[in-house]
T-cell receptor, first 114, second 115 residues
Framework: EAGVAQSPRYKIIEKRQSVAFWCNPISGHATLYWYQQILGQGPKLLIQFQNNGVVDDSQLPKDRFSAERLKGVDSTLKIQPAKLEDSAVYLCASSRLEGTDTQYFGPGTRLTVL | AQSVAQPEDQVNVAEGNPLTVKCTYSVSGNPYLFWYVQYPNRGLQFLLK??????LVKGSYGFEAEFNKSQTSFHLKKPSALVSDSALYFCAVRPRYSSASKIIFGSGTRLSIRP
């Protein structure tokens, strides 16, 4: 079974620029998560989708971050405009169901904002 | 506030010795508990989880963890460490009686196994 795919793997931008990340979850997984992992910290949930609906986006900085999951499969996470403190690894994960179901993580996108 | 604590930033163990990576939590009720491992430049990999039942949970790669309700702990253990176990380990909890499925991760413990 193919794992969670993410692209790009690395991205370097200047502050105030915009950037987008793409995630393709494991086939058949209804739940998709975006996490932000700052160096030296554990992942922090940004947004969770159940199919194409948002379940939790309480920690998403909505003034600059947006995410969508059209058709309930692939998802994109966008930052516009980026700030220096957005430098982090952005992880996408998926699970068959929500709740206690195991989350499977992609390799992440390392974002550097200069 | 709900939280997860991994009190050790780094744990150093000689190959062949037993290892323990500590995790304590502050969550109301009996939460769901997880351990994940992260290798360099890779995403997190699931190791094991506690949902209910036996307090000792066995997982991947010979790891196990013990849920201790009175001490609110979920320490990760392995009887005999391998050099290949060297990685970053994250403990995570999810409140059991909550409509939100948000999992809270600890800050991670770097495990280093010396030959």
């Amino acid at each position: 079974e193919a794992g969670v795919a993410q692209s790009p793997r690395y991205k370097i931008i200047e502050k105030r620029q915009s950037v987008a990340f793409w995630c393709n979850p494991i086939s058949g997984h209804a739940t998709l998560y975006w996490y932000q992992q700052i160096l030296g910290q554990g992942p922090k949930l940004l947004i969770q989708f159940q199919n194409n609906g948002v379940v939790d986006d309480s920690q998403l900085p909505k003034d600059r971050f947006s995410a969508e999951r059209l058709k309930g499969v692939d998802s994109t996470l966008k930052i516009q405009p980026a700030k220096l403190e957005d430098s982090a690894v952005y992880l996408c994960a998926s699970s068959r169901l929500e709740g206690t179901d195991t989350q499977y993580f992609g390799p992440g996108t390392r974002l550097t904002v200069l | 506030a709900q939280s997860v604590a991994q009190p050790e930033d780094q744990v150093n163990v000689a190959e062949g010795n037993p290892l323990t990576v500590k995790c304590t939590y502050s969550v109301s009720g009996n939460p769901y508990l997880f351990w994940y491992v992260q290798y360099p430049n890779r995403g997190l990999q699931f190791l094991l989880k506690y949902i209910t039942g036996d307090n000792l949970v066995k997982g991947s790669y010979g790891f196990e963890a013990e849920f201790n309700k009175s001490q609110t702990s979920f320490h990760l253990k392995k009887p005999s460490a391998l050099v290949s176990d060297s990685a970053l380990y994250f403990c995570a909890v999810r409140p059991r009686y909550s409509s939100a499925s948000k999992i809270i991760f600890g800050s991670g413990t770097r495990l280093s196994i010396r030959p």
